[in-house]
């Protein structure tokens, strides 16, 4: 069964060091989000791609986070520099087309982020 | 914004007893629905879906109903099993944007 891969599932860094989280979504898959959960809470969206162009960052904290999906399939998230409120699990979800009506979201593992 | 949110944090079952988790929404243009279970340290795993053209969904075990006229979505399981232990998510999304809109979650606890 096809799954969405994510590296790498824990991650301890210092704050104001830089870190990267790394998504491959289900092959055919042309969106992936990244999803942002602190304990305790629901997942909130950060950004949005559709093949390799961002859809939507409205929510992403762009002084500190980037992320891209250079060609169109994998994708990297980076924080720089980290900060103790980032502590959280990061989660990568694809699904097929939203183009023709949403369709079911199939969520990576996480990776979870600790900063010290 | 708009919230979806759930009615009762913790649920507590008895093994083979039926269970029913709520859930509230609040956007009205909200018309896709998805419920999630996520264990411990994982990610949220797909339940069952539905879309605001109908009001009941049959899955394996799993019924998801929707009442758009008060906002409402609940996830029936039946005859619970331990392993359905974990915590519950509706969310929900609409044709502008297709990112999931999270609630808080409800946990369920099977007790055998």
């Known amino acids: 069964e096809a799954e969405v891969a994510q590296s790498p599932r824990y991650k301890i860094t210092e704050k104001s060091q830089a870190v990267a989280f790394w998504c491959d979504p289900i092959?055919?898959?042309?969106?992936l989000y990244w999803y942002r959960q602190i304990l305790g809470q629901g997942p909130e969206l950060l950004v949005q791609?559709?093949?390799?162009?961002?859809?939507?960052d409205s929510q992403l904290p762009k002084d500190r986070f980037s992320a891209e999906r250079l060609k169109g399939v994998d994708s990297t998230l980076k924080i720089q520099p980290a900060e103790l409120g980032d502590s959280a699990m990061y989660l990568c979800?694809?699904?097929?087309?939203?183009?023709?009506?949403?369709?079911?979201?199939?969520f990576g593992p996480g990776t979870r982020l600790t900063v010290t | 914004g708009e919230s979806v949110g759930l009615h009762l944090p913790t649920l507590s079952v008895q093994e083979g007893d039926n269970s029913i988790i709520n859930c509230a929404y609040s956007?009205?243009?909200?018309?896709?629905f998805i419920w999630y279970k996520q264990e411990s340290g994982k990610g949220p795993q797909f339940i069952i879906d539905?879309?605001?053209?109908?009001d009941k969904r049959q899955g394996q075990r799993v019924t998801v109903l929707l009442n758009k006229t008060v906002k409402h979505l609940s996830l029936q399981i039946a005859a619970t099993q331990p392993g359905d232990s974990a915590v519950y998510f509706c969310?929900?999304?609409?044709?502008?944007?297709?990112?999931?809109?999270f609630g808080k979650g409800t946990s369920l606890l099977v007790t055998p």
């Open positions: 979800a694809s699904s097929f087309n939203p183009g023709q009506g949403a369709s079911e979201q199939y």
């Open positions: 092959s055919g898959h042309a969106t």
């Open positions: 791609f559709q093949d390799e162009s961002v859809v939507d």
């Open positions: 956007n009205s243009a909200s018309d896709y």
């Open positions: 539905i879309r605001s053209n109908m």
């Open positions: 969310a929900e999304t609409s044709n502008s944007g297709y990112a999931l809109n």
